[in-house]
C-alpha cells in the first residue's frame, strides 16, 4: 500500500497527489494526442465523448457535488448551441467571442433557474428544471428568427483565429483543448472554499447553513457555472452535428445526461469522464451488436439441430431489429446500476483499488451506504 | 368540458404520484408510462382478441395493478431509505424499458381504441357534448369515491393510511407494511390504468402516451405533492388553465401552460394548495 507523505503545502495544495500520478495523467495525454494516428476512422465519435465529456463535469458538479439534480441540461446545452450560433453566423462575432458569449448566456439562464431552486429541495428541483427544459423546448420552436424553428438551422465548421478546423483531426483536438479547460478550472473549483462549500451543502444543508455557507450565493453558483459549462460544450456541440433543430434538446438527452453521471460514478470528475465515455460509445456497441448476437444465439441453438438453429437466428434478429430497443437497454443499465452499484463505475474501480492496496483485509462495509429514511426526518 | 375531462386524467395521475408519495416517500417518473401500458392492454384485449370492453377494461386494471406490485416486491423495495435521486433515477429507467417493451411488443404505430360510446354526443344546455368526455368525468367520479370509502372505511385502508403516517409504528402495531406498500403500488398503477383506458378513445394510443405523465407533475405540484383532494383540484385546474390558453393565449403557450404554472407554483407556493409545511429535525 503507497502513502503519499507531503512534506511542503506545495504538495498538499497541488492538484495531482504525488509525482506518480502526475505522470500518470501525462501519459494518459500523450495517448489522447496520439489517438488521431491509431483509429482515423472513428474520430468524430471520439470527439463526441469529449464533448459529452464537458457535459458529464457540468452535470457532476451540480449533481454529483452540490447534490442538485437537474433534468433539464439539455436545454442548457441547447441555450448554448443555438446562442453560439446566433452570434456566430448572424451577428458576425469572432468564433471565441461567440463561445463566450454563448457560455455567459448560459450561466446567465442557469441562474434564472436557480433562483427559484434555492426554495425547493430534492425531487421538487428535479420537476422544475424538467418543467424548465420543456418550455425552453417550445420556446426553440416558436422563436424562429433566430432559432428557424422547426426547418432547423446549419451550422458552419469553426473557424478561430483565421484557422479553419474544418478537419475531423483539427476538431478532435479543439475538443481535447476545451475538456481540458474545463477539466482544469473544475478540479480548481472544487478544492478551493467554492467546492468544498458546494460539497457541504450536498451533505448537509443545515450543517453547511451553521457552518457559515450562504445557501443561496453557492446554490445559484454552482447552477450558473455548470449552465456555463454546458453552454461551452453546447457551441462545440452545435459544430459537431453540424445541423441544430429544437427535437435533438428533448428531455430524453438530458435523461442520457445524467445516466452518464450516476454510471459513471456521483461525486467525482472521473466518473463523468467514464460515463461520457460509457454514453458516447453504447450506441455505437448496440449498432455492432445487433449483427453479432443473432449470429451468435444461432451458432448456440444449432447444437440442437439446424432448424433450430435457424429459427432462433431470425427469431433473434427479427428482435434485435426493433427500433425501440435501444432506449429500453438504456433504461435497464439505468436500473442495474442503481441496484447493483450505485457508486458506479468510478466506484466499481476504487473497490478495486481498495482490494489490492489493502489485500487480504478488504471489508465490503467500507463502503456501505447509510440507508437515510426521509419518514424519520419530518415533524408531522 | 374537454378541459376538463382532461383535467380528470391528469388529476387521476396525479392521484397516482400522490399515493405512492405518501406512503412511500418514492416519486414515480414512470406513472405516465404505466398509463400507456394500462391503454395498451385494453387495446390489445379489445382488437387483437376480440373481448368485450367491460371486461379488457377490468383485465388491464387486473393486469397493469398485478404488475405495480410485483414492481415494488422486487425491484422497488430495495431502494427505499436510499437518496430520493436514485429512486428518481431507478424509476426514469423503468420508464425507458416500460416504453421500450411496448413498441417491441405492441408496434410503434398509433392505434385508436373502440368503445361502446365512440361518437356519440348528447346535447346539454345547448353545448354537444360527446360520450367519451363523459365517461372519464363519470370514471374519475365514481373512482375517488370508491377510493375515499376504501381508505376511511376499510380495514385494509385504515391500516394502509396508518403505515403510510408512520411506518415503524404501524409495523409494531402489527400491519404488514411491506405488503401494504405492494398494495399500494398496485392500486396506483391501477388507477394508472383506468386513466389510460378513459383516455384512449380521445387521445390516440402510441408509446408516447407517457408524457402526459409530466404535465401530471404539474398536476401534483399544484395540489400540493402529497394531498390527495389537491391531486384531483391540481388536475382540473391545469386542465381548464390549459383550454383557456389554447383559447386566448398565442400559439405554443397551450402546449407549456401546465409547466409555467408548475415553475410559478414551484417560486412562489412550494407547498401547494393542499400541501402541509414541515420542518426538518436535526
Redesign the interface.
Known sequence: MRIPFKTTYDADLGLFRDPVQRRWYAALLAAVLLLPLAVPAYLVDISLVFIYGICGVSLMVLAGYTGLVSLGHAAFLGIGAYAHVFFLQDVGLPWVVSVALAALLTAAAGMLVGLPALRMTGVYLTIATLAFALIIQEVFTRWERVTHGLKGRPVDKPVIFGVSFTSDVAFYFLCVALLIVALWLTANVLRAPTGRAWVAIRDSEIAAQSMGVHLARYKTMAFAYSAGLMGAAGALFAHKIGFLAPDIFSVLLSIQFLLMVVVGGLGSLHGALYGAVFVALLPVLISEARDYVPQWAGQAAAVLGKDAGSAVYLAVERFVKQPGLEPGVFGLILVLFILFEPLGIYGRWRKLQVFFSTFPLYKRATFRRQKTYMRSERLR | MNGLAVGCIYGLVALGFVLIYKAT?L?NFAQGDLLMLGAFVCYMFVVWYGVGYWVAFALAIALVGLFGAVLDAT?LR?????????V???T??????F??????TWG?EIYTLPTPFSAQTTRLGGVSVSHEYVAIIVGTVLLCGLLYAFFTHSRVGVAMQASS????AAYYMGIPVKRMFSLIWAISAGVAAIAGVLLAPVSLID?NLGFIG?KA??AA?LGG?GSIPGALVGGITIGLIELFSGAYLP??VK??AA??V??LV??IR?QGMFG?V?????
Open positions: 416517500e416519486v425491484v430495495r431502494v427505499i431509505g436510499q437518496p430520493q435521486f436514485a428518481v433515477m431507478l426514469i429507467g423503468l420508464g425507458a424499458m416504453r421500450s417493451f411496448a413498441s417491441i410503434s403516517q408512520n411506518q415503524l408509446i409530466l407533475f404539474a405540484v405533492f400559439l405554443g402546449d407549456v409547466y409555467i408548475l415553475l414551484l417560486a412550494p402541509t414541515g420542518r426538518k429535525k436535526v
